[in-house]
């Protein structure tokens, strides 16, 4: 509640509590990277919003190393690095890697399945393949018809 009412500090704050409180629980750590890498779009510092991206990645690692093959954390990791090279103009196929491996967890929810369709086709697009990328933003939409961020996607 705190990150959608746009206390990013908030977000944080509870999250590093919860992740404290429950050591062994992989979910509050992807909590907890979730809500640093919400934080960090509010940051005008690059070394600041660079603290909350390594902090971020501390935590994924945490949770895979709780479950190797936790869904959302490869989810999370995947997300980064394709957005890092869509970005920089790098290639993304090691992003698209962990969202393969991501897709393989069955509990992930719809939302999660409509995020690694819809990074899927970042990746597509951060290539040139306009077709594959709109591809991708439908399977999103298809999956989770609530998505927006794939719905702006097909918009522009």
């Given at each position: 509640?705190?990150?959608e009412?746009?206390?990013?500090?908030?977000?944080?704050?509870?999250?590093?509590?919860?992740?404290?409180?429950?050591?062994d629980?992989?979910?509050?750590?992807?909590?907890?990277?979730r809500?640093?890498?919400?934080a960090s779009?509010?940051?005008?510092?690059?070394l600041?919003?660079?603290?909350?991206?390594?902090a971020?990645?501390?935590?994924?690692?945490?949770?895979?190393?709780?479950r190797p093959g936790?869904?959302p954390?490869?989810?999370?990791?995947?997300?980064?690095?394709?957005?890092m090279?869509f970005?920089n103009?790098?290639?993304?196929?090691?992003?698209?890697?962990?969202?393969n491996?991501?897709?393989?967890?069955?509990?992930?929810?719809?939302?999660e399945?409509?995020?690694?369709?819809?990074?899927?086709?970042?990746?597509?697009?951060?290539?040139?393949?306009e077709?594959?990328a709109?591809?991708?933003?439908?399977q999103?939409?298809?999956t989770?018809?609530s998505?927006?961020?794939?719905?702006?996607?097909?918009?522009?």
């Amino acid at each position: 509640q705190r990150f959608e009412g746009g206390d990013s500090a908030g977000a944080v704050t509870l999250a590093e509590a919860a992740s404290a409180r429950f050591p062994d629980d992989p979910a509050a750590h992807v909590d907890l990277a979730r809500a640093l890498i919400a934080a960090s779009r509010g940051i005008a510092s690059v070394l600041e919003k660079g603290d909350c991206f390594q902090a971020a990645r501390a935590a994924l690692a945490k949770a895979l190393d709780l479950r190797p093959g936790y869904g959302p954390a490869l989810l999370q990791q995947g997300q980064f690095l394709v957005m890092m090279a869509f970005r920089n103009g790098d290639d993304p196929t090691a992003g698209e890697t962990l969202l393969n491996q991501a897709s393989a967890d069955p509990g992930l929810s719809a939302r999660e399945r409509a995020e690694i369709a819809f990074y899927r086709a970042i990746a597509a697009r951060t290539r040139g393949d306009e077709t594959g990328a709109r591809h991708g933003f439908s399977q999103a939409l298809s999956t989770d018809p609530s998505f927006k961020p794939a719905l702006l996607a097909q918009l522009g």
